[in-house]
């Protein structure tokens, strides 16, 4: 089944504190209660993007046009879960940024992030993923993010289906 959807994309970053590379294996780096910035400290974004909802029977792919308020406009994001591990999230973006991204509860990540400069590796941490897209359309991931090199970045990141354009897309 494949139908047009709108979206709600809800994110939260700040600095986190520590590095996921030089965090040993099976050591986690303090958790977000126990680093909580000022609120002026925390970025928040809110964005509603049209999307196609794609449900094959075994796998779910909700995929979207990203604007100039997430800073990678030109790209198109996938997220995307099977239906037998709903906890295991893989996130695709191609376009003006390319980007192969998995979120799984307590895992650690290598991934890549390509610019149009260069390569980077990034590491991702997820504390959290409570996937409720089948039941009533919400997808929330606490995790960390850290390109090598940089300081290491907590997101909350959540994604509210809405359920106004329903139908089918036409071939």
Known sequence: ?????????????????????ETPAGKLLPTPLQDMPAKEDIEHMEMTVEASYHDDGDRVCIRYKESELSGMEGSVTSVSFRKSEPALISMLRDGSVKTALVFEPAARHLCVYQTQIMPFEVCIYTRSVKNCIEENGTLEMDYTVELRGAQAEHTAFSMRVLPVFDKPISK
């Open 1 to 21: 089944m494949l139908k047009k959807v709108r979206v709600q994309i809800v994110t939260d970053r700040f600095e986190a504190k520590g590095s996921l590379y």
